[in-house]
């Protein structure tokens, strides 16, 4: 059943890719509200799809069945709602629509399971461990998409080009604050998050083995993620700086998921 | 439908003539009242703006004489005027007006004014009671025409002036203007404009540096700004979002340095230069920076000619709008038209239905509900059917030109004019006030 929602969802989602496709080519307002509800169904279904496979779970089997993916697309969509919600605008979507499909895909349509191996004594603090580290990461997406489109409103304009796309996305100031308020919102989940993990490891292991790559990778994606907000709040960076150092911690983040293949202890290797 | 234009506009007449038939605000209820006891005006409306005179109304024949009223009311020579006046009847009258209220007959095409004036036109002469039945629905329409116009095309949104280009770059850049500092940098009339514009769309604050201090002050007091000593001019200008400069200096005023400087000291926030001055007071080097954008006049002047363009692409799509429009508010007023026929139609058949009842009713004795509804149903029946075809007739007929002469059929068959006149009701021609 949970895979069914999923795969409900993810043709909403392929929806919401077409129609905002089509509203950034032309101005077109019903396009574009098109492509909102669909992404909105398309969260909906997501979440129930997740809180059927989450609950029944005697532990947290988040590894199991594809389920990280779908909550991390989960959460970037929410705050890409949340986004929409405060500065009335779908231009992030050029970014955040595909990789919330890609995301989705994996999950609804990989037959393999991966099996969870984490026997965790503690249940609650993993769970706060995962959403908010999760939480952190879709900050960071969002951020990252965020000073995209900066960066292609900011050419647009230094060119002295207009009209067509470029006029229908946001103001450069705009668009500077959802970036700088994913980050502010997004760091302090990060550091929670791995805080909760490293309570987690110390209830499990009895220490935490910073030699995992898993780990180190997550450190590293911390201070970059540091990094770039320090520099934002005292030298202001933005624009094509910011951008630089938000695609760094971006792809820090993917190594840093990338590496559950190889860790030993987060256990999404294959069995 | 009968509906009658007369007037001039900016490309018909030049602004002498204009002034002399302008209707001055206050003296629209007056020329209104004139209007409407002038023989033959049904309904009128007076639309005076900057760029155009135009009467409009429904007339009881479709051919009064306007000109006659125009001699009347203003104190000039009309024969002198006559080139410049156009006369437009029915259809072209319709058209005429759903163009100017979608802004098309506009001097810049798309202008948003137009329609809240031709509002205003028709809210005083609705106050009056001059607009009250078709012309009334012909100017409600025209609303809606317009709003058509403006979502489905993007006729209004670009800028077209220098100023609003300005202002609308500004907007890419800082989202609002809300509590953005403009610095005005030499005086000229142009940067006074666009300042203005920068104002009435957020910005707080002015600043002006003039090489002639006095200048400044007096140019600072226009706009409640500060104004500033011109040696002090790059330890200030950081203080600025914007930058307007228009001074008499043969270099550049600004040089990468000066615009590292302020970056530096602003924290990276953006800085938009608009550069009016020729030749120009801003090094394009600084558009290399991260955070500065330059617009020189050149840039801003593309900009005002790309969309000026646009607009003249979507002002055609527009047009085939508008063409939609006419034909389809003729059908509706054209329907309009046959339904008082129809309902006399069926008035005059249901008295027949009756009176035929009612004369059989004593011969028939003493009958059972049961048989009293079928005599109903029975004689309704027949009638429904006799009439059937002559309603979709007139129906179909009055989405063609040959409506009035199937009206004037039917109403010769059935005999309609004749029974209403006994009946004594209302013609439905539209009455005077």
């Not at chain 1, 970037?76 to 949340?82: A, H, T």
């Not at chain 2, 005027?81 to 506009?106: G, T």
């Not at chain 2, 009671?129 to 095309?153: C, Y």
């Amino acid at each position: 059943m949970p895979l069914l929602w999923l795969r409900i969802a993810l043709g909403c989602y392929a929806v919401g890719l077409l129609y905002i496709l089509v509203a950034l080519g032309r101005a077109s307002e019903w396009a574009n509200r098109i492509a909102l509800q669909a992404a909105y169904l398309g969260m909906i279904f997501e979440f129930v799809s997740l809180v059927e496979s989450i609950l029944p779970a005697p532990q947290i089997t988040l590894a199991a069945e594809h389920n990280a993916e779908p909550l991390l697309a989960f959460f970037i969509m929410v705050m890409f709602m949340v986004v929409y919600l405060i500065y009335k605008t779908t231009s992030l979507g050029i970014i955040v629509f595909p990789l919330v499909f890609l995301l989705t895909f994996v999950a609804a349509t990989g037959q393999e399971r991966f099996l969870s191996m984490v026997p965790s004594t503690r249940k609650d603090w993993l769970i706060v461990h995962i959403a908010l580290i999760f939480f952190g990461y879709a900050a960071l997406i969002l951020s990252f998409g965020a000073s995209f489109v900066y960066l292609i409103q900011e050419r647009a304009l230094k060119s002295k080009r207009s009209g067509g796309l470029l006029s229908r996305l946001p103001a450069l100031q705009v668009l500077d604050d959802i970036s700088f308020r994913a980050l502010a919102v997004g760091f302090p989940c990060m550091t929670l998050g791995l805080l909760a993990g490293i309570v987690v490891a110390e209830a499990s292991y009895g220490r935490v083995q910073y030699a995992d790559p898993k780990i180190l990778l997550s450190i590293l994606m911390w201070a970059v993620y540091l990094l770039l907000i320090y520099t934002r709040w005292t030298a202001g960076w933005r624009g094509r700086r910011a951008a630089y150092l938000a695609t760094g911690a971006f792809a820090t983040a993917i190594i840093a998921w990338a590496a559950n293949y190889f860790s030993a202890i987060h256990g999404f290797v294959r069995s | 439908m009968n509906f009658q234009l007369i007037g001039v506009n900016h490309v018909s007449a030049p602004v002498e003539v204009r002034e002399r038939l302008v209707v001055p605000e206050s003296e629209v209820p007056n020329a209104l009242r004139k209007l409407a006891q002038h023989p033959g005006v049904e309904e009128a409306m007076i639309l005076s703006t900057c760029n155009r005179v135009e009467i409009l109304t429904r007339t009881s024949n479709g051919a009064v004489n306007l000109r006659a009223f125009l001699q009347d009311y203003f104190p000039v020579k009309l024969a002198e005027y006559d080139k410049h006046l156009y006369e437009l009847r029915e259809q072209e009258a319709v058209r005429h007006l759903f163009r100017v209220a979608s802004s098309l007959d506009s001097m810049i095409v798309g202008e948003p004014q137009i329609l809240g004036q031709v509002k205003e036109a028709y809210a005083s002469a609705r106050a009056l009671g001059a607009v009250h039945s078709q012309l009334d629905q012909l100017l409600t329409r025209s609303f809606a025409v317009a709003k058509r116009v403006r979502t489905e095309t993007a006729i209004g949104s670009s800028a077209v002036s220098v100023a609003s280009v300005a202002v609308e770059l500004a907007k890419k850049i800082f989202g609002s203007l809300h509590g953005k500092h403009v610095y005005l940098v030499g005086a000229g009339k142009m940067s006074e404009l666009a300042a203005r514009h920068l104002l009435a769309n957020g910005a707080v604050s002015i600043f002006v540096a003039n090489r002639t201090y006095d200048r400044a002050v007096q140019l600072a007091e226009k706009f409640n700004g500060e104004a500033i000593q011109f040696s002090q001019l790059y330890d200030t200008c950081d203080r600025a979002d914007i930058v307007i400069t228009s001074t008499g200096a043969p270099h550049a005023i600004f040089r990468r340095e000066h615009g590292e400087l302020f970056l530096n000291r602003r924290k990276n926030r953006p800085m938009f230069f608009i550069d009016i001055a020729v030749p120009r007071n801003v090094d394009p080097e600084l558009n290399k920076l991260d955070g500065i954008f330059v617009y020189d006049i050149d840039d801003l002047q593309q900009a005002v000619v790309s969309h000026v363009a646009d607009r003249t692409k979507e002002a055609e799509r527009a047009e085939a709008i508008i063409d939609v429009e006419v034909q389809r508010f003729q059908e509706r007023l054209q329907t309009l038209n046959v339904v008082p026929t129809i309902v006399s139609l069926q008035d005059h058949l249901e008295t027949i239905r009756q009176a035929e009842i009612d004369r059989v009713r004593g011969r028939l004795g003493p009958l059972t509900p049961d048989q009293e509804m079928v005599i109903e149903s029975l004689t309704k029946g027949i009638v429904n059917k006799i009439m059937h075809t002559p309603i979709h007739t007139l129906k179909t007929a009055a989405r063609e030109s040959e409506a009035t002469t199937v009206i004037d059929v039917v109403k010769r068959l059935f005999n309609l004019e004749a029974s209403k006149a006994k009946s004594g009701g209302d013609s439905g021609t539209g009455s005077k006030r």
